[in-house]
């Protein structure tokens, strides 16, 4: 089932096109990739999707609902759950309050002004960091975490609405290497269990080869390629501009 | 006619050329810096001071009158260098609001050296010799001494632009202003750059200030005054830009100069309110930038707010036991001073409420306590409403005020919010001060006492006992129920709170709006216990009350605000009674407080 | 001349240099290649005291420099060309160069505005235009310049070709091969092959914030697999 499509997306800075007229689309429970060197529109494409930027044309339909331009807070509502390139929780909050939160918002029940937060059905928020193992420090601050747990938590967070899409920028940036593959593991279980749709950006090539059910490739805004792992693999255009150039695997 | 317009216009520039030396080295500081120098109101004061001691001391005529003013303006420079060097070169890395805070210090400390050594009496300094007489301009008088000052004004912008555009250590000013970090890389010793920067910036203050010598009287007040002035030249010209502050000091000239014919009542209102448009169109001033990313960001992490533990609550159970059964004890001096910590109490607990949880800087809280007392006062004076009415309707007014002013500050962040907040709190207080028909202006409204049953203290300071501490007990709970919580994690990050779906910007201004209220509260209690309102209720030094009571309790603990009120409002008093330069100790203690104890009182008992 | 050892560095909580040893010595190229987001400019500035390490060691000249403040580490004659160039948009080219100049260095040829022009001869057209009015390339030229106008002994030249046309990334290698003709080493970090494999005299690999292989730009070129593994798609 087709749950995102993009269609024709352009965006430019002062004249200089950051990305122009990409399309492509994804299905539920389906790990997609993007990928391409520095500078080649990867955050801007991403920032479009998840809305940061507003394009300046194009489309961005999701499960046949437009999202095209809608502030961040509305494309959560529409069922778009984010994880940073760098972290972005709440650092003075602890890690279920972070859930808690997130599960309020998403019922609409933020402004409530006597009952502690800490009372509000701790049930799910649990339920939600045992799902990504992150249970036993539920307690604790954000600020304090490690930050291969830190990831853990967004992704909490993220799953918190009950997601249809999950934007995953860099999601294992500045960790270990064998956290790395934990967590991709663990979100692609999720994924197909819950049949989320994930996009993500990936500078760990073992990180994108192991898990991407499919690769889009980005070079100079424009889709360069895309395809499974091992086409894209294959593709004498991506070896060209992406360090890659007369090696053989 | 056409010669009054033309004077008015002179006098129009002359005010703009004093007020854009001041402005160009407040500007050029922080451009550098990133320092917001509440001591270059202080600067200047000290450099009308000086220039009057010289203009008196030094025989008459020209050399020595002109060699003066000059020989003022180094002095303030080497006065700035040595503040530069003992303080600010410490806490270049510390969060702005902490640095406004050591700054006002600064403030304080000037203030009582200048009383001690010039006294309290305004000063009249000699007139500029040869300059006394005036010039007719179709048949107005013009005084030739302005017109010389605005020849000044634009010979120092003129020297300053060469200054900057040719010479090396100008280059590295601009250099530095859009991207510090770079510079260093440089090669270059930021240190020196912002020593001199320090110094160059201190000494336009003295020479403005010592240029003032034979326009007005000298006098303890020039210091605030100015610099509210000088803030919002800065703001409105862009922070650190130069041509900025010229632009600016031209068009808040001319206003001042032509809304004296205008609208004779409300000048300084109309000041401000050209500060908060430009804001709102352009939040970086006329000519002022975003500030470049690459400026070396802290990002300070908030610890964790609890809830009380089992033995927290015992404390409070029994100190709150022990303050109701105070007031059957104590004498009438006594529960004068409790209702007053009450009050305090509330005060501070509302701004902590925007500044901790909510992460928002306001130098101007005052603004809604001053709003709450006047709504109560206006009720009784003119519609004879009784206290307890009036009581209902100071929130009321201070909390739409809140929802009116917060819709603008929420939408800028950090120093220019800062800037935003204090602008709205002077609107506030010039209405006080200036619409004499409907406020009372400078003598205030008298006579705001409650009934009967309401006057004896021990029945006041139960009231202010129960609706203050029940008011702060509000605010507490609203702290950790979803409704602070997520105000908190729109502090911690906006870009995670917008991605869970919550409407960040709304968040931040109901909380504005909430914390105006009950400051409205606190201060429409405050009318009725002291039975008169005041301009001054609103004014800077009353929003910077609020701020040390916060910081010295601390921001980051909900308990803060209270133990600061106490210990400020205490310490208050003790100075007071205890020694007539009480501002000199609290301005030492809170730079000791800032260079040692960043984390305010309430952090001492926390281990670290 | 420049010895990095076993440096760590963290942005934020994030752990982005998970221990970085590498060695550039006099006169040489020194090409440190990876993906982006691998290190490469973490490195560069932990080098110059930009971001501060949290462990490891940085010698520079048989002195130790890790923990100095940016203006120690540049006035010790290292130079940093920042990959987003940072130029002064409202200075002027020649003022630009300004803010650059430092003493002269004993033992090295000065470095003057006439001298740049003469490596960069399209600056000299421009000395009055502010730096924000200049095209990609410009800027970069305009960046480096800079830097060179402190009389640095080693250059730090991160991604140097990022984000230019290719005729303007050959004149761009071009004038760092004059340069290190000239006697100036340089550590470069890129992720662009080609301009790598042309310019460098040696070569570090980084990946996830560590050096995976370390060799002559030789011993890369003849070596398949590794190229293959690091460097490839």
């Known amino acids: 089932m087709t749950l995102l499509v993009v269609e024709n997306l352009a965006k430019s800075f002062g004249g200089v096109h950051a990305v122009q007229g990409v399309s492509f689309s994804l299905a539920a429970g389906e790990l997609l990739a993007l990928i391409g060197p520095n500078g080649a529109g990867k955050s801007t494409c991403f920032n479009m999707l998840n809305g940061q930027l507003r394009p300046d044309q194009g489309r961005v339909v999701l499960a046949g609902q437009e999202i095209t331009g809608k502030p961040p807070r509305q494309v959560w509502r529409m069922g778009v759950g984010r994880t940073f390139q760098i972290t972005a929780t709440f650092a003075s909050l602890p890690v279920i309050e972070n859930v808690q939160l997130a599960l309020l918002s998403h019922r609409r029940r933020i402004l409530r002004f006597w009952k502690p937060l800490a009372a509000e059905d701790p049930a799910e928020a649990l339920a939600l960091l045992e799902r990504v193992g992150m249970a036993d420090q539920a307690q604790r601050p954000c600020g304090v975490l490690a930050y291969g747990d830190l990831k853990r938590v967004e992704l909490a967070i993220a799953l918190a609405n009950a997601p249809r899409l999950l934007l995953m920028d860099e999601p294992t940036a500045g960790m270990a290497p064998a956290e790395r593959v934990a967590l991709m593991a663990l979100t692609a279980r999720i994924a197909r269990e819950s049949g989320i749709g994930v996009l993500f950006t990936e500078h760990d090539m073992d990180v994108v080869f192991t898990h991407a059910d499919r690769i889009m490739v980005l070079e100079r805004g424009r889709l360069l390629a895309e395809g499974a792992p091992e086409a894209v693999r294959a593709d004498p255009r991506v070896r060209e501009v992406y360090l890659g150039h007369e090696g053989t695997h | 006619m056409l010669g009054n317009l033309a004077v008015q216009a002179l006098s129009g520039l002359a005010s703009a050329a004093s007020l854009f030396l001041v402005a160009a080295g407040l500007t050029v500081i922080f451009g550098v810096t990133r320092i917001v120098n509440f001591a270059h109101g202080s600067f200047y004061m000290l450099g009308a001071y000086l220039g009057w001691t010289l203009a008196t001391n030094l025989p008459r005529g020209h050399v020595p009158f002109w060699g003066g003013v000059v020989l003022a303006a180094v002095i303030v420079g080497l006065v700035g260098v040595v503040v530069e060097l003992l303080l600010l070169r410490r806490i270049y890395k510390a969060p702005e609001l902490f640095q406004l805070l050591a700054t006002f210090g600064v403030v304080l400390v000037v203030q009582d050296a200048a009383l001690w050594i010039w006294g309290p009496q305004d000063l009249l300094g000699p007139r500029a010799p040869g300059l006394r007489g005036a010039v007719y301009i179709f048949d107005s008088r013009f005084p030739l001494y302005d017109l010389v000052l605005i020849g000044i004004g634009i010979a120092v912008f003129l020297l300053l632009w060469l200054l900057f555009q040719r010479t090396r250590f100008g280059i590295l000013v601009r250099a530095a202003t859009a991207d510090r970090e770079m510079v260093g890389a440089l090669g270059v010793n930021q240190r020196l750059l912002f020593t001199g920067v320090f110094f160059l910036g201190s000494a336009l203050a003295g020479l403005a200030g010592a240029l003032q010598v034979p326009r007005e009287s000298v006098n303890l007040q020039m210091d605030l005054a100015i610099i509210a002035e000088a803030f919002v030249v800065v703001v409105v010209g862009g922070l650190g830009s130069l041509p900025g502050a010229a632009l600016a000091a031209l068009l808040l000239g001319q206003m001042q100069a032509f809304g004296i014919l205008v609208f004779p009542q409300i000048t300084l209102v109309l000041v401000f309110l050209v500060m908060a448009a430009v804001l709102v169109v352009r939040p970086y001033g006329l000519l002022g930038r975003a500030p470049a990313g690459h400026a070396a960001s802290l990002h300070i992490v908030e610890p964790p707010i609890a809830p009380l533990s089992p033995r927290g609550r015992l404390v409070a159970a029994v100190a709150l036991g022990l303050a109701m059964l105070a007031p059957l004890v104590l004498a009438d001096y ?65 909390g739409i005020a809140g929802l009116a002013f917060g819709w603008f500050c929420v939408r800028l962040s950090g120093v220019y919010a800062a800037m935003l907040t204090m602008a709205f709190a002077q609107i506030a207080w010039s209405t006080a001060f200036q619409w004499v028909a409907f406020t009372g202006g400078d003598n205030g409204i008298l006579g705001v006492w409650p009934p009967a049953w309401a006057v004896p203290k021990p029945v006041q300071a139960w009231g202010a006992l129960v609706l203050c501490l029940g008011g702060a007990f509000l605010l507490r709970r609203m702290i950790f129920a979803p409704f602070g919580a997520a105000l908190r994690a729109q502090r911690d990050s906006v870009l995670r709170a917008e991605a869970i779906g919550i409407d960040t910007m709304r968040t931040r201004w109901f909380a504005f709006a909430i914390a105006a209220a009950f400051a409205g509260l606190a201060g429409g209690l405050f009318a009725f216990t002291k039975g008169s309102v005041f301009p001054t209720y609103m004014n800077i030094s009353r929003s910077t009350d609020g701020l040390l009571m916060v910081l010295l309790g601390g921001v980051q603990t909900v308990t803060g605000p209270i133990i600061g009120a106490i210990a400020y409002t205490g310490l208050h008093e003790q100075l007071l009674r205890l020694t007539d330069l009480w501002r000199a100790v609290l301005g030492a203690i809170i730079i000791a407080l800032v260079l040692f104890f960043p984390r305010g009182l309430a952090g001492l008992g926390a281990k670290q | 001349m420049l010895r990095v050892t076993e440096l760590h560095a963290h942005y934020g909580r994030a752990h982005i240099l998970q221990g970085v040893s590498l060695h550039v010595r006099p006169g040489e190229i020194h090409v440190l290649l990876g993906r982006n987001g691998a290190g490469k400019s973490t490195t560069m500035k932990a080098v110059m005291g930009l971001v501060p390490p949290t462990s490891g060691g940085v010698e520079f000249l048989g002195q130790p420099i890790a923990g100095l403040e940016p ?95 290719p005729v303007i990334v050959d004149r761009m290698a071009e004038a760092v091969r004059a340069l290190r003709d000239e006697g100036m080493s340089i550590l470069l970090s890129e992720q662009n092959w080609h301009f790598a494999r042309r310019v460098g005299d040696t070569a570090s690999i980084i990946e996830k914030g560590a050096i995976v292989w370390h060799g002559t730009m030789q011993a890369l070129l003849a070596d398949d697999e590794v190229r293959a593994r690091y460097l490839t798609v």
Not at chain 2, 353 to 379: D, K, R, T, V
């Open chain 2, 334 to 398: 006594a529960l004068v001073v409790m209702t007053e910590i009450c009050v305090a109490i509330l005060f501070a607990a509302t701004l902590h409420f925007i500044m901790g949880p909510g992460g928002m800087a306001s130098f101007g809280h005052a603004a809604y306590f001053g709003i709450g007392a006047y709504g109560a006062a206006l009720l009784v004076k003119h519609l004879a409403a009784p206290m307890e009415l009036s009581l209902l309707a100071a929130p009321f007014a201070a």
């Open chain 3, 71 to 165: 203006f120690e580490v540049a006035r010790r004659g290292l130079g940093y060309v920042p990959e987003e160039r940072r130029v002064f948009a409202e200075l002027s080219v020649a003022e630009n160069l300004e803010v650059g100049r430092r003493r002269p260095r004993e033992g090295l040829a000065p470095w003057t505005v006439e001298r740049v022009c003469a490596v960069f001869p399209s600056l000299a057209a421009m000395l009055k235009r502010p730096g924000g009015r200049m095209s990609g390339g410009e800027q970069q030229m305009l960046t480096i310049g800079r830097t060179l106008m402190g009389n640095p002994c080693l250059v730090l030249l991160d991604e140097p070709s990022e984000g230019l046309a």
